[in-house]
Each structure stands twice: as C-alpha cells, then as structure tokens.
C-alpha cells in the first residue's frame, strides 16, 4: 500500500484544518492507520491511531477533545479532523499503516509501523 496525506495549511489559533490520508495499492480495510507529527527539533509524535472496525479510536492527550480521526474504507481513506488549533500543534503531519493488529499501547509508536506517507505541513499562527 503507498499512503498520501494531504489538507495541510496555515489557519489562525483557533481554526480548523481535515488532514486526509489516501491509500493506493491496497484496501486500507486491513490496515491498523496512525497519524503522526514532526515539529523542528523534536521527535515524531504519535497523535491518533484507529483500527480497521473504525472502533475506540485513541488519541494522545495533547489532542483529545479537539482532534478526531475517522476512516471511510469505501473511499480508502483516513481523515484527522484538527479543531481549536494552538501554535502548539504546529508540525508536519504524516499518516502510517501496519497490517498486523498491536495493542492499544503500541498504537502511538512509530516503529511498529512498515508504511508511511509523505508529510503535510501545519502551521498554526497566533
């Protein structure tokens, strides 16, 4: 499967942004899918992981009640909805896959996943 993320941008503190990650090659039903984040001189971030019933989606603190992922598998795609953006959350965001279920804990790490796109860029103004 080859991912490609898009729906990056500049918006205000406050503002709304809907990342999409499309998939190509393969159906994105069988595929455990993560979004990440890379501010400058940080580490890449795990923000929101969903798994293939589209289920108990989990989302780092940071994030929670403002971000909401969301697959729609006929369109083989996966959405980030980003609300009431901080400066804060300002990075480059990229979405990942993993054919193989992990628990809920390993869902935000980066290194059990095999299938990354390219990043897009979000930078939040204040």
């Known amino acids: 499967v080859q991912l490609q993320a898009s729906g990056g941008g500049l918006v205000q503190a406050g503002g709304s942004l809907r990342l999409s990650c499309a998939a190509s090659?393969?159906?994105?039903?069988?595929?455990?899918i993560a979004w990440f984040r890379q501010a400058p001189g940080k580490e890449r971030e795990g923000v929101s992981c969903i798994y293939r019933s589209g289920s108990s989606p989990y989302y780092t603190r940071s994030v929670r009640g403002r971000f909401t992922i969301s697959r729609d598998n006929a369109k083989n795609t996966v959405y980030l909805q980003m609300s009431s953006l901080k400066p804060e959350d300002t990075a480059v965001y990229f979405c990942a896959a993993r054919a193989i279920r992990v628990p809920v804990s390993q869902c935000l790490n980066p290194v059990v996943y095999d299938v990354w796109g390219q990043g897009t860029l979000v930078t939040v103004s204040s």
């Open positions: 090659g393969s159906s994105l039903d069988y595929f455990l």
